[in-house]
């Protein structure tokens, strides 16, 4: 397929549809607005459910109910609208449906403003919602990044039977670059798909089937079952710390004097600095994770070179990622953090700045 | 090779279409590019200012901190971003809207009376397609026959007099690029 | 012999909780019963709120759900748009419908949503222990407006099917009472009718129940029918708001 010059905003949307989702429900909020618009205007055309909710509360609700239906279904929202689903989230974890939340980061905390943010980190991948839960997280850091993990987050959601969090921002939600698509999905294809939640989704007695109760619920009044579930939701955390770690490494080699860490947007302008600094023979390395939950704190720790005097950690927030890598660092070599809030981004200049500091 | 473009001016001066039939064709020509738009609630009126990179390597930072090309439709776009320019980069302004122009020495500045110009033409909102021959006629960045190619392809049955109009204004910006 | 009285096959045969006196179980049988007359078990599904009657998806014997408080029209919204071959209702009493879910019944009933809600009105807040609700009636006192209810500081009691009857879009609602066998009877009707409605796609079904809470409003049952007849009646009035299918 060609390359289509594409917001990340639509372009996510467009990967959603094409991986199966044709349940679609939200509620305006900037600046992922034109991810909604989409969905208006193209669920129509595939016969999917656009439906755009009176609250935020009522989208993951919704969310909530078609999930328990074992169809691919699909929310997004920015960080004051991700705040408000959190209930919903954490009912979605507790009763272990797969679903997919799309969080284009703005400025906090409260309304904040519109500008790009990280400030959510923490929310996405500590909890955010009441009780012991993990969502997968997802963090892109170019439109086809966040329009390849569309498809991912779906298959994510479906294999676990659980919530799935793409965790953008305002910067590649608002941007466009050239993006390709995957081969959509038939209509054969995205039918047989709920099918593998047959054994426990809400659904029809079909004739001849052995009639089947299901019941989609978070709720376990005694103690002792309580305990169980969340053992054994931990028990499906520890697999997928397992299998779905995540990251990119960037010029990380034994050269090394410094080894950055940073995701999504951030990693964008670390490059461009490390970039320049290579041009002055100086060697810096990076370690994107991808994914953010779970977190690759070996990949970190492997990537401290013999020559790295520091580990620099930069985020479009106040430092919330760094804990996760002084968790992968261990004391080894000192980590320092240097972030932007408020919506205000940092340069690649600035970036460059901080870094020669440490040569 | 990397080249980063600023466009900006008022709302509704089109300078965001100008950054991103900048990108379409630098992606139609096989590059690397992207665009960054500023947003917010200033819809109309307001300023704007898009971020473009063309580029024949990944693109790292969509943030364009110091433009190579600057295209300022109005004066507070010259103010803001003009002393960010790199040396010896471009700076296309429209004499119209900026009557104190810029004065730096140390790069190349084309000034002409775009929004007269575009009135010439036939229509006020052709500037922004005005801006883009200005380009193509100094820089490399893109051809005309993408443009003109892009262009036709999704106004010809829509409408082929805007399309010529536009065409028009490419051609006659390419001869202010040019000198 | 003529079986006359039965357990409804859309019942499971897991007891009720309720307390004593209470008569949520007469409205889940009431339920079950027009869903099995409609012949709908193998297409019908449900939604449980938060409440006294948290654990209706237990006791209805096909697929359920369990919301959050208050948000069982969005659930359902979610349930019937993704299944659109089933049929689905919620089940919700005040505190759950009226307080923390009015935005979730107001706008699935404004979106003439394809499902049935079944509202249970016992004037307070049973599970959590006799709290007021929006439907405590003014100088009724409760664990939290242990003086009566003020209305100067409070407001007055919300009338659901009032509220809704000023939206355009849904199809039904009818209040009803579930306080005396004849009264049950009706209700069994508005039920029916309601589960009717919804099997043929017309659209918004409502009902209310008027209901008692013998627990928290330290009456026998009889007696809790009585106050209720006296009290609750005269404000929330029986009687069917809209029918479209009638006109």
Same mark, same amino acid.
């Given at each position: 397929m060609a390359k289509i010059l594409m917001k990340g905003n639509e372009a996510v949307a467009e990967a959603a549809i094409r991986s199966g989702c044709r349940l679609y429900f939200a509620y305006p909020i900037t600046p992922q607005s034109e991810l909604i618009e989409y969905m208006a205007r193209m669920m129509p055309k595939v016969n999917g459910t656009f439906l755009q909710a009176e609250s935020e509360v009522s989208a993951i609700n919704m969310v909530y109910g078609a999930a328990g239906c074992g169809k691919r279904v699909m929310?997004?929202?920015?960080?004051?609208?991700?705040?408000?689903?959190?209930?919903?989230?954490?009912?979605?974890?507790?009763?272990?449906?797969?679903?997919?939340?799309?969080?284009?980061?703005?400025?906090?905390?409260?309304?904040?403003?519109?500008?790009?943010?990280?400030?959510?980190?923490?929310?996405?991948?500590?909890?955010?919602?009441?009780?012991?839960?993990?969502?997968?997280?997802?963090?892109?850091?170019?439109?086809?990044?966040?329009?390849?993990?569309?498809?991912?987050?779906?298959?994510?959601?479906?294999?676990?039977?659980?919530?799935?969090?793409? &965790?953008?921002?305002?910067?590649?939600?608002?941007?466009?670059?050239?993006?390709?698509?995957?081969?959509?999905?038939?209509?054969?294809?995205?039918?047989?798909?709920?099918?593998?939640?047959?054994?426990?989704?809400?659904?029809?007695?079909?004739?001849?089937?052995? !009639?089947?109760?299901?019941?989609?619920?978070? &709720?376990?009044?005694?103690?002792?079952?309580?305990?169980?579930?969340?053992?054994?939701?931990?028990?499906?955390?520890?697999?997928?710390? !397992?299998?779905?770690?995540?990251?990119?490494?960037?010029?990380?080699?034994?050269?090394?004097?410094?080894?950055?860490?940073?995701?999504?947007?951030?990693?964008?302008?670390? $490059?461009?600095?490390?970039?320049? &600094?290579?041009?002055?023979?100086?060697?810096?390395?990076?370690?994107?994770?991808?994914?953010?939950?779970?977190?690759?704190?070996?990949?970190?720790?492997?990537?401290?070179?013999?020559?790295?005097? !520091?580990?620099?950690?930069?985020?479009?927030?106040?430092?919330?990622? &760094?804990?996760?890598?002084?968790?992968?660092?261990?004391?080894?070599?000192?980590?320092?953090?240097?972030?932007?809030?408020?919506?205000?981004?940092?340069?690649?200049?600035?970036? $460059?700045?901080?870094?020669?500091?440490?040569? | 090779m990397t080249t980063e473009l600023i466009c900006a001016g008022f709302g509704g001066q089109g300078v965001l279409t100008i950054g991103k039939f900048i990108a379409k064709a630098g992606m139609s020509e096989g590059k690397n590019v992207s665009w960054l738009p500023s947003y917010g609630p200033e819809m109309r009126g307001g300023t704007a200012n898009v971020s473009t990179v063309v580029s024949e390597e990944p693109i790292a930072s969509p943030i364009v901190s110091f433009p190579d090309v600057l295209v300022a439709l109005n004066q507070p776009s010259i103010?803001?971003?003009?002393?960010?320019?790199?040396?010896?980069?471009?700076?296309?302004?429209?004499?119209?809207?900026?009557?104190?122009?810029?004065?730096?020495?140390?790069?190349?500045?084309?000034?002409?009376?775009?929004?007269?110009?575009?009135?010439?033409?036939?229509?006020?909102?052709?500037?922004?397609?005005?801006?883009?021959?200005?380009?193509?006629?100094?820089?490399?960045?893109?051809?005309?026959?993408t443009m003109e190619e892009d262009l036709t392809s999704f106004m010809k049955a829509k409408n082929p007099e805007l399309l010529e109009l536009n065409l028009k204004a490419i051609k006659r910006g390419i001869e202010i690029g040019k000198g | 012999m003529e079986k006359i009285a039965y357990r409804p096959e859309s019942l499971t045969q897991i007891p009720f909780t309720y307390c004593p006196g209470c008569l949520h179980g007469v409205a889940h049988r009431l339920i079950a019963e027009a869903v099995d007359e409609q012949g709908l078990i193998n297409k019908m599904t449900g939604v449980a709120p938060v409440g006294c009657s948290v654990f209706a998806y237990k006791f209805f014997n096909f697929d359920m759900a369990q919301a959050a408080h208050g948000r069982a029209p969005a659930v359902a919204t979610g349930m019937k748009r993704a299944r659109p071959d089933m049929h689905v209702f919620t089940y919700q009493g005040d505190g759950d419908l009226a307080a923390i879910g009015t935005a979730e019944i107001v706008h699935a009933a404004n979106r003439g949503e394809q499902m049935s809600v079944f509202f249970v009105n016992n004037a307070i807040y049973g599970m959590t222990g006799g709290q007021m609700a929006p439907t405590t009636l003014p100088d009724m006192k409760t664990t939290t407006s242990p003086y009566g209810r003020d209305t100067a500081d409070i407001g007055h009691p919300i009338r659901v099917c009032e509220l809704l009857d000023t939206l355009i879009s849904p199809y039904y609602i009818e209040r009803v009472s579930l306080l005396t066998p004849a009264d049950i009877m009706k209700a069994k009707k508005a039920v029916s009718k309601a589960i009717q409605y919804n099997k043929e796609g017309r659209g918004f079904t409502f009902v209310e129940f008027i209901s008692t809470c013998p627990t928290n409003w330290g009456l026998d049952p009889l007696k809790s029918r009585d106050w209720a007849k006296e009290h609750m009646l005269p404000f929330f009035k029986t009687g069917c708001f809209r029918d479209k299918g009638a006109e």
């Open positions: 929310t997004s929202s920015s960080s004051p609208g991700i705040s408000l689903k959190m209930e919903g989230i954490s009912y979605i974890a507790g009763a272990q449906l797969p679903a997919v939340i799309v969080n284009v980061q703005r400025g906090g905390p409260g309304l904040g403003d519109i500008q790009p943010a990280q400030g959510d980190y923490y929310q996405a991948t500590k909890g955010g919602g009441h009780g012991d839960y993990r969502l997968i997280v997802m963090a892109p850091a170019s439109v086809q990044e966040f329009a390849d993990m569309a498809s991912d987050a779906f298959d994510l959601a479906d294999k676990y039977r659980n919530p799935v969090m793409i &965790l953008a921002d305002g910067m590649l939600g608002q941007m466009m670059e050239p993006v390709e698509f995957k081969e959509a999905l038939t209509d054969a294809e995205i039918e047989e798909m709920p099918k593998q939640h047959d054994s426990w989704c809400i659904r029809p007695n079909e004739d001849g089937d052995k !009639k089947h109760h299901h019941e989609i619920n978070s &709720l376990e009044i005694d103690p002792v079952v309580l305990e169980q579930h969340v053992n054994n939701l931990y028990k499906k955390y520890a697999e997928i710390e !397992k299998n779905e770690i995540s990251y990119e490494s960037y010029d990380v080699s034994d050269d090394n004097e410094v080894l950055c860490v940073a995701w999504g947007t951030a990693s964008r302008i670390v $490059k461009s600095a490390i970039n320049e &600094l290579k041009k002055d023979g100086k060697s810096v390395g990076m370690i994107r994770p991808i994914n953010v939950w779970p977190y690759p704190y070996e990949a970190i720790a492997e990537a401290i070179g013999p020559n790295v005097k !520091k580990v620099y950690v930069f985020e479009l927030n106040t430092g919330q990622m &760094l804990d996760d890598v002084k968790i992968a660092v261990a004391g080894k070599v000192p980590v320092e953090f240097w972030g932007k809030v408020g919506g205000v981004v940092f340069t690649p200049a600035e970036i $460059k700045e901080k870094l020669e500091a440490c040569f | 103010d803001k971003f003009a002393p960010s320019i790199r040396p010896g980069g471009i700076l296309i302004y429209n004499t119209n809207m900026c009557p104190h122009g810029c004065k730096r020495d140390d790069i190349i500045k084309i000034a002409s009376p775009m929004s007269d110009i575009a009135l010439e033409i036939g229509n006020t909102m052709v500037l922004n397609m005005l801006a883009i021959g200005i380009i193509i006629g100094k820089t490399d960045l893109i051809r005309y026959e | -």
